[in-house]
């Protein structure tokens, strides 16, 4: 049973610690795999896929028949569900969508213009289990960006196969290219290209310690969405939640990962007591539950605070991926939330509500990177370009000012890139 903590300035720094992945011992691994595949392309990729997904390929690329059978497994129903959340993900993302500018005045124009990226690469975990989500998360905010070019990579089945849902979601996103091929060798593939796999602008997308650690690796040679380290849930109740809810809610991302977090932090011990209760009467129903277990055992934390404010004080230090306001007043609480990757109001909106269908998008930012960092959207696949455009007249007036201030930094050619024209 885990023991709730009451909170004090003592055993702050203890709660707020939480474990940095050591991504050291992965990669010289992934370092050699990216150098293979830039070296024997398509060869390395289809040795990869035998060796680590037991899946002998002919080719990397699914076919149209592949796509056609797909659509015939998978249910009128669960294509509905499909559609109808990519709808509501697309009306989400639509409202990030936003113009270039341009600033006239006398003499002189100045301007920033929006182009989306040429193509984007996205990675789609596989396998034995089934994301469509990430299919829809990853690819309509590029497609609503303007992104021709839609790529996505995923691990095949051992039969060589991709799962019917995940194939399904693709074209329902409008990805261009699917190809099976997984871990750092997909990311390598991504990259830099194989005599298959045209190398594309970004790659974003969750995936394993390998998956991260390649797209960590690879930055710089192409853009990345972020660095994804495991799965987070801090809920903040007050004595007006449901214990049963809130373990199934602290469940729900620890059947994720060993490596998973789930905290809770309320201002009701008695909260906190039966949470702890519910957490083990609960873990027994979940498929999933040796990997839950362990993430409770290890990462879970009950926390008793004073009052919410200070629950919403040390949430924002913590940052969470997922950020649950499970109180009588949660917009107002939300007011006071300021680092969080999405955050789900009320005792009725539970996080699954955002991992699928609700709109807001499920690649959030993890480790307590939501200090500085967004959740992905519309504004990662596209790419701005400033300009400015000065009369000869309008050079004249500044010309003072822009010679004295480049002297200022040493910089004479500066200078006189401006005062050559001054002579003529």
């Known amino acids: 049973m885990i023991k709730p903590i009451v909170y004090n300035k003592n055993n702050r720094d203890e709660i707020l610690n939480r474990s940095i992945t050591d991504t050291s011992a992965v990669e010289e691994a992934v370092k050699n795999i990216i150098a293979d595949v830039r070296a ?10 035998l060796k680590f997904d037991k899946a002998s390929l002919k080719q990397l690329a699914v076919t149209d028949e592949e796509f056609a059978l797909a659509e015939k497994q998978v249910g009128e129903e669960y294509k509905g ?12 993302h639509r409202a990030q969508v936003r113009d270039g500018f341009e600033i006239k005045g006398d003499g002189y ?13 996205l990675y789609v975990p596989g396998g034995k289990a089934a994301y469509p989500s ?14 021709k070019r839609i790529v996505m990579v995923t691990p095949p089945l051992s039969d060589g196969s991709v799962r019917p849902e995940v194939l399904v979601a693709a074209r329902i996103a409008g990805v261009s290219e ?25 790659i974003t997308g969750p995936g394993n310690i390998f998956v991260a650690t390649a797209k960590k690796l690879v930055y710089g040679v192409c853009g990345i969405d972020m660095i ?29 990962d060993e490596l998973a977090t789930a905290v809770l932090i309320t201002d009701s011990a008695e909260l906190a007591d039966k949470v702890s209760v519910a957490l083990e009467e609960r873990l027994n129903s979940l498929a999933r539950k040796s990997i839950a277990e362990v993430s409770i055992r290890n990462n879970c934390k009950l926390i ?18 997922h950020l649950e306001l499970a109180v009588r007043n949660p917009l107002e609480l939300l007011e006071k ?35 500085f960092s967004s959740p992905l959207g519309v504004e990662d696949f596209i790419k701005t370009v400033q300009y400015a455009y000065y009369t000869k007249d309008k050079l004249t007036q500044s010309a003072d000012d822009i010679i004295q201030f480049a002297r200022s930094e040493g910089l004479t050619g500066h200078a006189e890139s401006v005062s050559v024209r001054m002579e003529k």
């Open 337 to 371: 939330v300021n680092n969080a990757g999405s955050v789900f109001l009320g005792y009725n909106t539970p996080e699954p509500v955002g991992d699928y269908y609700a709109g807001p998008n499920h690649t959030l930012p993890t480790g307590g990177t939501a200090k």
């Open 40 to 49: 024997r392309g398509d060869e390395a990729l289809f040795e990869y896929t």
């Open 134 to 147: 990430t299919v829809l998360m990853n690819a309509i905010p590029a497609e609503i960006a303007g992104v």
């Open 178 to 202: 699917v190809y099976k091929v997984g871990g750092a060798q997909a990311v390598a593939a991504l990259a830099y290209g194989t005599q298959t796999i045209e190398k594309v602008d970004k």
């Open 304 to 321: 008793v605070v004073g009052s919410l404010d200070e629950a919403a004080e040390l949430s924002d230090e913590l940052a969470p991926e």
């Open 228 to 256: 994804a380290g495991p799965s987070e849930i801090l809920i903040i109740a007050d004595d007006g939640a449901d214990a049963q809810c809130v373990a199934a809610d602290l469940l729900s991302q620890a059947e994720h």
């Open 109 to 121: 124009v100045l301007g920033q213009k929006v182009t989306p990226l040429r193509s984007a690469g």
């Open 81 to 92: 569900i499909l559609r109808r959340s990519a709808e509501n993900i697309r009306a989400f």
